[in-house]
């Protein structure tokens, strides 16, 4: 077995990147929010959701993930209520941990298909921020997906620096965002 030199251009350069990613939201979500180094410029804010880990850098960001799924507020019309939870075993499908440095740009679709056996139309809304697509396949998921979301950015807001100047909640009537 031979070493082979990493030269230094590479150090700190990932061999590779994942450019997008979906999660499937569906049915009440179960959040824990912990807080690191608070009211420091290193604060941050960790929230574990599902098989999602998020940390937000500032409340920029916090504010930002916010706002995208209260955008998708008016396409959510035609989804069902509540589907019933399917079977999943604990490791069944992706995990994911992104960390947010900033406000991400966001783009909400309203998607519908087929089933296979062409006897029912499946709708669903995407709301897509780089680097991840969340799939919203209920209205029990986004109300809950709203709540998690809200708590993160109240509580980036409170530790954060830039709290003060992100303060405002995107999925409030008032809200004008900031350009």
């Known amino acids: 077995m031979?070493?082979?030199a990493i030269p230094e251009s590479h150090i700190g350069i990932p061999a590779g990147a994942i450019s997008q990613?979906?999660?499937?939201?569906?049915?009440?979500?179960?959040?824990?929010i912990s807080v690191h180094h608070a009211h420091t410029d290193t604060a941050r804010v960790t929230l574990t959701?599902?098989?999602?880990?998020?940390t937000f850098f500032n409340t920029q960001a916090a504010q930002g993930v916010l706002e995208a799924f209260g955008a998708a507020r008016q396409a959510?019309?035609?989804?069902?209520?509540n589907l019933a939870p399917r079977d999943q075993q604990p490791y069944d499908g992706p995990a994911i941990g992104v960390d947010w440095t900033r406000?991400?740009?966001?783009?909400?679709?309203?998607?519908?298909?087929?089933?296979?056996?062409?006897?029912?139309?499946?709708?669903?809304?995407?709301?897509y921020m780089r680097p991840v697509t969340f799939q919203i396949v209920d209205l029990a998921a986004y109300r809950s997906a709203v709540e998690v979301l809200q708590l993160a950015h109240k509580t980036a807001a409170a530790v954060c620096l830039d709290g003060d100047q992100h303060r405002f909640d995107p999925t409030d009537a008032s809200y004008?965002?900031?350009r």
């Open 2 to 4: 031979t070493k082979i």
């Open 21 to 32: 990613a979906y999660v499937r939201l569906r049915g009440a979500q179960q959040p824990d």
């Open 49 to 54: 959701w599902g098989r999602i880990l998020f």
């Open 76 to 81: 959510l019309a035609g989804l069902p209520d």
């Open 103 to 127: 406000r991400p740009p966001y783009a909400v679709t309203r998607r519908e298909a087929l089933t296979p056996d062409k006897r029912r139309t499946i709708r669903w809304v995407e709301v």
């Open 176 to 178: 004008r965002p900031t």
